[in-house]
């Protein structure tokens, strides 16, 4: 499978990098295009065989799947720039522009004769440049077969779920926006770490190391949450005072706040 990918940016960039690092796509059948060539000469030196250029529609052509990783005021524009040269039959449009749902992407590809090609649209994460990505996806005008390429793909960078359109909104904030809520758990948890007296450095690498446990703990177990809370707070033991506090100063209600505020209404 041949890749595609417009824009080199945050997202664009960790797409690239994810792909390069994986098994299912060759890093010569990627091509990554960009305006300016910073960007694109950073991703080239990490891996020399991927494919470079700042010319969009050359991107394009001969890709099975067109990977649209700019802004959303941009994708107008971008496939406008390559919609002429594209060949709906053989190829797959996949948009990452947070908002720009199927039917407004179907719109911007309509070309008059009713014809369309296969149409994603992605929401990830910047973790699946290491590979630890969290993707939800949700398509149009696509195969059953095309839908498995596409979540073996993304899923071979961490994890990846096709889901209704209605959810993706959800989804952006469980995962793409939830990226930044656990990074701020990790500071914040740092930062109660040095007030208890570790270095910042050593505090950090303890919550990290704690997170990444209880992760395996639920993989491994299958548990609910709480289950595996109840194994590790005893009868007026520190654990549950710890969790009182927590929540008498609104964490779980903060979290769903979080969460509801990053939806679009």
Known sequence: MKIAIIGAGNMGGAVARGLAKGSLVKTSDITVSN????????????????????????????ADVVILAVKPWKIQEVIE?????????????????????TAQLCTYLDRGDGEYPGVYYLIPNTAIAVMSGMTFMTSVCSTPELDAQMLAMFKEMGD??????????????????????????????????????????D????????????VDLLE??????EMEIDKVTTPGGLTIRGLNAMEEAGFTQSVIKGLRASVKK
């Open 81 to 101: 720039e390559i919609k002429g040269g594209l060949d709906y039959d053989n190829q797959a449009i996949a948009s990452m522009a947070g908002g720009i749902g």
């Open 220 to 225: 491994a177990g299958g548990l609910h949450p």
């Open 35 to 62: 305006p300016s060539r910073g960007k694109l000469e950073a991703l080239k030196v990490e891996f020399p065989e991927l494919n470079i250029t700042c010319e969009n529609s050359q991107a394009a052509t001969g």
């Open 203 to 214: 505090a950090q690498r303890v919550i990290m190391q704690t997170m990444k446990g209880a």
């Open 160 to 201: 990846a779920m096709l889901v209704e359109e209605r959810l993706m909104d959800a989804g952006m904030a469980l995962a793409s926006c939830g990226i930044a809520y656990v990074m701020r758990y990790i500071r914040a948890a740092t930062e109660g770490g040095v007030e208890l007296g570790f270095y910042a450095k």
